[in-house]
Nanobody, 112 residues
Framework: QVQVVESGGGLVQPGGSLRLSCAAS?????WDWYRQAPGKQRELVAW???????YYADFVKGRFTISRDNAENTVYLQVNSLKSEDTAVYYC?????????WGQGTQVTVSS
């Protein structure tokens, strides 16, 4: 079983920034970040592969940056220029072959 743990969420004012982290107990092929706002479906935010290829949803392009530290089995999501609509629980998903492992989520609240 692979343990996946997110951290870094919190309360931030509009326009602010946070750095979300997600650490795994072993090496990961690729990482996804998702988010789920109250009353809405979980949606894909970004992903990154082992060789550094990335994808971003249109609603975060230019504001969020995904990166990874393979030596530390960790993925990061730098979230800048936050808006109230970015308020959600952010989840990371680790993929190893066909296996997927979800973290418990970290709350990001954007409010003045």
């Amino acid at each position: 079983q692979v343990q996946v743990v997110e951290s870094g969420g919190g309360l931030v004012q509009p326009g602010g920034s946070l750095r979300l982290s997600c650490a795994a107990s072993r090496s990961i092929f690729s990482w996804d970040w998702y988010r789920q706002a109250p009353g809405k479906q979980r949606e894909l935010v970004a992903w990154i592969t082992t060789d550094g290829r990335t994808y971003y949803a249109d609603f975060v392009k230019g504001r969020f940056t995904i990166s990874r530290d393979n030596a530390e089995n960790t993925v990061y999501l730098q979230v800048n220029s936050l808006k109230s609509e970015d308020t959600a629980v952010y989840y990371c998903k680790a993929r190893i072959g066909a296996q997927m492992y979800w973290g418990q989520g970290t709350q990001v609240t954007v409010s003045s």
